[in-house]
């Protein structure tokens, strides 16, 4: 009996550590997750997998990794893994839905949403993207039957009706396309894409003045969408506004730098207006894009010739003449530039040519940019080689709803902190200039690291590649075979506090605190474990405020350890960290006063002077904190700029 006992005892705790030690790993791999180190938190779901392969949730949430990483049929397999393991979960199904979407595989998409539906027939994101999925296999009554249901249960959301839309008009039915637009915009006025919409219904039926007045309203809520300044050019073009159109072109090459239709028409545009040398820039430009495109050769030819360079317009007149032996124009234009350069036989022959075949004597004479006729991109008939090109088909862009894509990226505001300086064995090259990072205590403890695991202090820890990421999981193998053979106390501290380090840098942020808790138990002034314990407990708070825990608690935690650290050791760094948690509780007052500290201490620490400035907008003081920002932006931080920009407008 006692023998039983005694094998209970031993037994029990291994599994109950087996099932923390997952549990744990699970936790870890999201953490690093939200902070978006994809391919680290792909490591811990592999040990998850590896060492539970039955649970569902290691399997779902590589999935996730994966996705992020744009490894769609990696992420759609881990999917299908995880919904054997547990097929009742809605958010596997969405999951792989959006990867099967991202494959182009719009039938099984549609099955996986289908599946989703079941179990949560109220989740409008479901209902939403199995229409758009419709919509791209053209099946256009199946998605209308969906946007009617949708348009019952969430009638005041415009995108549904936006959608309902584009359906109509891709069944020829403008009538109703408007209808639903107009609705739409009843509901929501601010909704730049459905403005673009409707302007798209008036250009094809060349409405240039409603048009232009559409696209005025979707630019004013999208200003940095090329495509639509380009609609706007050709609106205006149509109505003789060539100064409109010509700057609308410049806006969308600033935005678009290699948009092809730009080039192409500013190109043609400026050879109209006589401007003859920079319309060649744009067509060199577009033959730089599409090396084969006779249209823009033929045109540029022409430029080329009233440019005085017949012997370069020849050479383009050459290769449209090869693709187009009958292009009796482009054979008029090439004998006038033989004749030009006293190549008699050679100008005889094209127009010998030209004769035989009876052409009009007004060929060879360059017609002017044709008003109200334009010519698809894809359409390769010479003929109009002087009109403006427009895209093929006007495609909507579709905006499938999730949680994944958005999940990281929504926390992401226009205006977010620089995060805390931490310390790493992995340098991070910033864009910024610093003098070197330097504390006397990193310093003095350097000295006691071997190469390789030296300190350094960091204000954004390096994303570890796969290789670099397996190199860490062997370096903690390692430490922690050391420290368990090690029978010198001093020693194993310092092995333990370089673990700790380890841990922070593979996001183990728990394994970390519990070394650094362990090492400042013998050594309670260390400042650099402090710090560190400060920040590890910092992201955790973060991770897990992101789930809704309450971490008001561990919030006070890292205040008493920056306190004492900064008490130890008047760093600016540290300043500068404790006024970032003053921030997070949205204690404004003691957050600019501690980066006003660590601004005396290093007149140069940009991240200060950033946070700093939002500091003070947050707290209404909109002089300061513009000035704050601009000093960010002169030391290396040009997001800065940005916001100021906004702020005063």
């Given at each position: 009996?006692?023998?039983?006992?005694?094998?209970?005892?031993?037994?029990?705790?291994?599994?109950?550590?087996?099932?923390?030690?997952?549990?744990?790993?699970?936790?870890?791999?999201?953490?690093?997750?939200?902070?978006?180190?994809?391919?680290?938190?792909?490591?811990?779901?592999?040990?998850?997998?590896?060492?539970?392969?039955?649970?569902?949730?290691?399997?779902?949430?590589?999935?996730?990794?994966?996705?992020?990483?744009?490894?769609?049929?990696?992420?759609?397999?881990?999917?299908?893994?995880?919904?054997?393991?547990?097929?009742?979960?809605?958010?596997?199904?969405e999951l792989r839905g959006?990867?099967?979407?991202?494959?182009?595989?719009?039938?099984?998409?549609?099955?996986?949403?289908?599946?989703?539906?079941?179990?949560?027939?109220?989740?409008?994101?479901?209902?939403?993207?199995?229409?758009?999925?419709?919509?791209?296999?053209?099946?256009?009554?199946?998605?209308?039957?969906?946007?009617?249901?949708?348009?019952?249960?969430?009638?005041?959301?415009?995108?549904?009706?936006?959608?309902?839309a584009e359906v109509y008009?891709?069944?020829?039915?403008?009538?109703?396309?408007?209808?639903?637009?107009?609705?739409?915009?009843?509901?929501?006025?601010?909704?730049?894409?459905?403005?673009?919409?409707?302007?798209?219904?008036?250009?094809?039926?060349?409405?240039?003045?409603?048009?232009?007045?559409?696209?005025?309203?979707?630019?004013?809520?999208?200003?940095?969408?090329?495509?639509?300044?380009?609609?706007?050019?050709?609106?205006?073009?149509?109505?003789?506004?060539?100064?409109?159109?010509?700057?609308?072109?410049?806006?969308?090459?600033?935005?678009?730098?290699?948009?092809?239709?730009?080039?192409?028409?500013?190109?043609?545009?400026?050879?109209?207006?006589?401007?003859?040398?920079?319309?060649?820039?744009?067509?060199?430009?577009?033959?730089?894009?599409?090396?084969?495109?006779?249209?823009?050769?033929?045109?540029?030819?022409?430029?080329?010739?009233?440019?005085?360079?017949?012997?370069?317009?020849?050479?383009?007149?050459?290769?449209?003449?090869?693709?187009?032996?009958?292009?009796?124009?482009?054979?008029?234009?090439?004998?006038?530039?033989?004749?030009?350069?006293?190549?008699?036989?050679?100008?005889?022959?094209?127009?010998?040519?030209?004769?035989?075949?009876?052409?009009?004597?007004?060929?060879?004479?360059?017609?002017?940019?044709?008003?109200?006729?334009?010519?698809?991109?894809?359409?390769?008939?010479?003929?109009?080689?002087?009109?403006?090109?427009?895209?093929?088909?006007?495609?909507?862009?579709?905006?499938?709803?999730?949680?994944?894509?958005?999940?990281?990226?929504?926390?992401?505001?226009?205006?977010?902190?620089?995060?805390?300086?931490?310390?790493?064995?992995?340098?991070?090259?910033?864009?910024?200039?610093?003098?070197?990072?330097?504390?006397?205590?990193?310093?003095?403890?350097?000295?006691?690291?071997?190469?390789?695991?030296?300190?350094?202090?960091?204000?954004?820890?390096?994303?570890?590649?796969?290789?670099?990421?397996?190199?860490?999981?062997?370096?903690?193998?390692?430490?922690?075979?050391?420290?368990?053979?090690?029978?010198?106390?001093?020693?194993?501290?310092?092995?333990?506090?370089?673990?700790?380090?380890?841990?922070?840098?593979?996001?183990?942020?728990?394994?970390?605190?519990?070394?650094?808790?362990?090492?400042?138990?013998?050594?309670?002034?260390s400042v650099v474990a402090?710090?560190?314990?400060?920040?590890?407990?910092?992201?955790?708070?973060?991770?897990?405020?992101?789930?809704?825990?309450?971490?008001?608690?561990?919030?006070?935690?890292?205040?008493?350890?920056?306190?004492?650290?900064?008490?130890?050791?008047?760093?600016?760094?540290?300043?500068?960290?404790?006024?970032?948690?003053?921030?997070?509780?949205?204690?404004?007052?003691?957050?600019?006063?501690?980066?006003?500290?660590?601004?005396?201490?290093?007149?140069?620490?940009?991240?200060?002077?950033?946070?700093?400035?939002?500091?003070?907008?947050?707290?209404?003081?909109?002089?300061?904190?513009?000035?704050?920002?601009?000093?960010?932006?002169?030391?290396?931080?040009?997001?800065?700029?940005?916001?100021?920009?906004?702020?005063?407008?």
């Amino acid at each position: 009996m006692l023998r039983k006992l005694l094998l209970l005892v031993v037994f029990f705790p291994m599994v109950v550590l087996a099932q923390f030690n997952t549990d744990r790993l699970v936790m870890i791999g999201r953490s690093a997750l939200y902070y978006e180190d994809y391919v680290l938190s792909i490591q811990y779901f592999n040990q998850a997998i590896n060492t539970k392969p039955y649970l569902f949730e290691p399997w779902y949430y590589r999935a996730v990794a994966k996705y992020y990483l744009d490894d769609f049929e990696g992420a759609e397999n881990d999917c299908s893994q995880a919904i054997q393991r547990n097929p009742y979960v809605v958010g596997v199904y969405e999951l792989r839905g959006l990867c099967r979407i991202q494959q182009k595989n719009f039938d099984d998409a549609i099955t996986d949403y289908n599946m989703a539906l079941r179990y949560d027939p109220e989740s409008m994101n479901l209902w939403h993207n199995r229409a758009l999925c419709r919509i791209q296999q053209k099946d256009y009554e199946h998605a209308l039957a969906d946007l009617d249901t949708m348009s019952v249960r969430w009638s005041k959301n415009a995108r549904i009706y936006a959608m309902m839309a584009e359906v109509y008009l891709l069944q020829k039915d403008t009538i109703q396309s408007i209808a639903s637009l107009d609705k739409s915009i009843e509901l929501d006025s601010y909704n730049g894409y459905t403005w673009a919409q409707r302007s798209q219904i008036s250009l094809s039926r060349s409405e240039w003045k409603e048009s232009e007045d559409y696209l005025d309203k979707a630019i004013h809520l999208l200003p940095r969408q090329a495509g639509l300044y380009i609609n706007r050019a050709l609106a205006r073009f149509n109505q003789n506004n060539l100064r409109g159109a010509m700057s609308d072109y410049d806006m969308a090459l600033d935005f678009e730098p290699n948009n092809f239709l730009g080039h192409y028409n500013r190109g043609l545009l400026r050879a109209q207006v006589g401007d003859d040398n920079r319309a060649i820039v744009d067509f060199d430009f577009v033959l730089k894009l599409e090396p084969d495109n006779l249209m823009a050769l033929y045109n540029r030819a022409l430029l080329l010739e009233n440019t005085g360079n017949p012997r370069a317009a020849i050479r383009d007149y050459s290769k449209v003449i090869e693709q187009y032996p009958n292009f009796w124009t482009g054979l008029h234009q090439r004998a006038s530039c033989y004749r030009k350069l006293g190549m008699k036989k050679e100008a005889e022959a094209d127009e010998f040519r030209i004769l035989k075949a009876q052409i009009d004597k007004r060929f060879g004479k360059q017609p002017r940019l044709s008003k109200r006729q334009m010519r698809k991109r894809s359409d390769e008939d010479i003929e109009k080689y002087n009109q403006l090109a427009v895209a093929d088909e006007y495609e909507m862009q579709h905006d499938y709803q999730t949680d994944y894509r958005g999940r990281v990226q929504n926390r992401k505001v226009d205006m977010e902190y620089m995060p805390m300086y931490v310390l790493s064995t992995e340098s991070y090259q910033s864009d910024i200039k610093h003098d070197v990072t330097y504390d006397s205590f990193v310093d003095t403890l350097n000295s006691q690291l071997p190469p390789g695991h030296k300190l350094h202090i960091v204000c954004k820890q390096t994303t570890l590649s796969e290789t670099s990421t397996r190199r860490y999981f062997a370096r903690l193998d390692s430490l922690t075979t050391q420290i368990e053979r090690s029978r010198n106390t001093k020693e194993a501290l310092m092995l333990t506090l370089r673990r700790a380090i380890a841990y922070s840098v593979i996001q183990n942020y728990e394994g970390a605190i519990e070394d650094l808790s362990t090492y400042l138990y013998d050594n309670p002034t260390s400042v650099v474990a402090y710090w560190q314990r400060a920040v590890c407990q910092s992201r955790i708070n973060d991770f897990n405020a992101s789930q809704g825990t309450d971490i008001q608690l561990k919030t006070a935690n890292t205040l008493s350890d920056l306190t004492e650290a900064i008490r130890l050791d008047e760093s600016a760094y540290l300043y500068y960290n404790r006024a970032n948690v003053y921030v997070k509780r949205h204690d404004y007052a003691h957050a600019i006063e501690d980066y006003s500290k660590a601004i005396s201490l290093d007149v140069n620490l940009a991240e200060a002077y950033f946070n700093r400035g939002l500091a003070r907008l947050a707290n209404k003081q909109q002089t300061e904190g513009i000035n704050d920002l601009s000093k960010a932006g002169e030391l290396g931080l040009y997001t800065a700029y940005s916001i100021i920009k906004r702020q005063r407008k």
